[in-house]
């Protein structure tokens, strides 16, 4: 094992109680392969990112957070029996190998850190191996997730003025939207079998492709100058092959590229529901390719995050719904027939009467 770096293993194959143990049982394991994803291996990947997800959306560009964050891509096909996590991010995370540690325990792994003294070890049933000692990791983690959680929660609640700074600006965004629907997303994203590397950013879900979907777009944004403006815009291109379904779908649908044969390429959300002149706050401008922006003047982190959890709501609103030419019928149908939530999806001084489901042509 190589100095400071953590790996796992299933307990079937060994559960040591010193250092000896420990290095015996890893070096059996090291180039073994099981014929088929250990299924705890998996889990504990998905669990891992779910517990990392936070503190990488929180830091942004952490290349430590980031490697712990694709513990569940690495893991999904991972064929090695001792699975080699690496240097952990303790100038990030407190404790960062009590959070490996629950994840591992919940599903029958042990986890051995090698120092250059010793090995740290922590095994499934709370029991950690330490310069000879025998304590519970479990006081432990359970202290760093309350304190993580805090500091979260203090983040979220955070008033006065706007972040400063595009990286923070981004990781702000990033993190009300990842409070607002992280679960879900996170489903949904295991659904497409997809992992968007930030949450409010544009190349986020661009490479995100369905059985109808070719990219679907999602942005936030705040601009920053003498006036500050929040922006967000959802859009979907679709597969050539569904133009004419589309076309039936969305007749009046404004695509940002009308030549005769080219995908189609739609804005799906106004959710403002107001126009300049309703709303003094709001400004209509126009993208290269001809599509509206919208721009809510904001002077508050207060008021950017109402707008950001709107934008959250309303990407839950058509993610679910872009798996399949089927799904995506029976939504665009619901939604005509009133049969969805989309109008109880309204911002503060907005009218939901003025709301579009998708952009119109003029």
Same mark, same amino acid.
């Given at each position: 094992?190589?100095?400071?770096?953590?790996? =796992?293993?299933?307990?079937?194959?060994? #559960?040591?109680?010193?250092?000896?143990?420990?290095?015996?049982?890893?070096?059996?394991?090291?180039?073994?392969?099981?014929?088929?994803?250990?299924?705890?291996?998996?889990?504990?990947?998905?669990?891992? +990112?779910?517990?990392?997800?936070?503190?990488?959306? $929180?830091?942004?560009?952490?290349?430590?957070?980031?490697?712990?964050?694709?513990?569940?891509?690495?893991?999904?096909?991972?064929?090695?029996?001792?699975?080699?996590?690496?240097?952990?991010?303790? %100038?990030?995370?407190?404790?960062?190998?009590? #959070?490996?540690?629950?994840?591992?325990?919940?599903?029958?792994?042990?986890?051995?850190?090698?120092?250059?003294?010793?090995?740290? /070890?922590?095994?499934?049933? &709370?029991?950690? $191996?330490?310069?000879?000692?025998?304590?519970?990791?479990?006081?432990?983690?359970?202290?760093?997730?309350?304190?993580?959680?805090?500091?979260?929660?203090?983040?979220?609640?955070?008033?006065?003025?706007?972040?400063?700074?595009?990286?923070?600006?981004?990781?702000? /965004?990033?993190? =009300?939207?990842?409070?607002?629907?992280?679960?879900?997303?996170?489903?949904?994203?295991?659904?497409?079998?997809?992992?968007?590397?930030?949450?409010?950013?544009?190349? %986020?879900?661009?490479?995100?492709?369905?059985?109808?979907?070719?990219?679907?777009?999602? %942005?936030?944004?705040?601009?920053? &100058?003498?006036?500050? $403006?929040?922006?967000? /815009?959802?859009? #979907?291109?679709?597969?050539?092959?569904?133009?004419?379904? #589309?076309?039936?779908?969305?007749?009046?649908?404004?695509?940002?590229?009308?030549?005769?044969?080219?995908?189609?390429? =739609?804005?799906?959300?106004?959710?403002?529901?107001? %126009?300049?002149? +309703?709303?003094?706050?709001?400004?209509?401008?126009?993208?290269?390719?001809?599509?509206?922006?919208?721009?809510?003047?904001?002077?508050?982190?207060?008021?950017?995050?109402?707008?950001?959890?709107?934008?959250?709501?309303?990407?839950?609103?058509?993610?679910?719904?872009?798996? *399949?030419?089927?799904?995506? *019928?029976?939504?665009?149908?619901?939604?005509?027939? &009133? +049969?969805?939530?989309?109008?109880?999806?309204? /911002?503060?001084?907005?009218?939901?009467?003025?709301?579009?489901?998708?952009?119109?042509?003029?």
């Amino acid at each position: 094992m190589e100095l400071h770096k953590v790996y =796992i293993w299933d307990s079937k194959y060994g #559960i040591p109680t010193n250092d000896e143990e420990a290095r015996a049982i890893a070096a059996k394991l090291a180039n073994t392969f099981e014929t088929e994803p250990n299924p705890r291996m998996v889990a504990f990947g998905k669990k891992m +990112e779910e517990f990392v997800r936070p503190a990488w959306t $929180y830091f942004e560009d952490a290349s430590e957070l980031t490697a712990m964050y694709h513990v569940a891509r690495d893991t999904e096909n991972c064929l090695e029996r001792i699975y080699c996590l690496g240097d952990l991010p303790d %100038s990030y995370i407190a404790n960062s190998t009590g #959070i490996v540690a629950r994840a591992a325990a919940e599903n029958g792994l042990v986890v051995a850190r090698e120092f250059e003294y010793t090995v740290q /070890l922590l095994l499934p049933d &709370g029991t950690e $191996y330490y310069e000879g000692k025998k304590s519970d990791w479990r006081n432990d983690a359970e202290e760093t997730e309350k304190r993580w959680q805090e500091t979260l929660a203090k983040v979220r609640k955070r008033t006065g003025k706007l972040p400063k700074g595009y990286d923070a600006r981004n990781t702000f /965004l990033s993190l =009300i939207i990842q409070e607002k629907i992280g679960k879900p997303l996170d489903l949904l994203c295991n659904q497409y079998h997809y992992i968007p590397t930030r949450m409010n950013y544009f190349d %986020s879900f661009r490479k995100l492709q369905t059985e109808l979907v070719d990219s679907f777009m999602f %942005s936030t944004d705040i601009e920053t &100058g003498s006036e500050n $403006y929040f922006t967000s /815009l959802i859009r #979907i291109n679709f597969h050539k092959e569904y133009n004419d379904l #589309i076309d039936r779908l969305m007749p009046a649908a404004q695509p940002s590229n009308t030549d005769e044969g080219a995908v189609r390429q =739609i804005a799906l959300t106004d959710f403002y529901g107001v %126009s300049e002149e +309703e709303n003094p706050k709001v400004h209509v401008g126009y993208h290269s390719h001809k599509a509206a922006n919208h721009k809510w003047s904001i002077s508050s982190r207060e008021e950017a995050v109402v707008l950001a959890e709107a934008a959250a709501d309303m990407l839950m609103y058509y993610l679910p719904h872009i798996g *399949t030419a089927e799904d995506f *019928t029976r939504f665009v149908q619901a939604h005509h027939a &009133g +049969e969805t939530n989309f109008a109880r999806l309204t /911002l503060p001084d907005t009218n939901p009467n003025k709301r579009k489901f998708y952009l119109e042509q003029p």
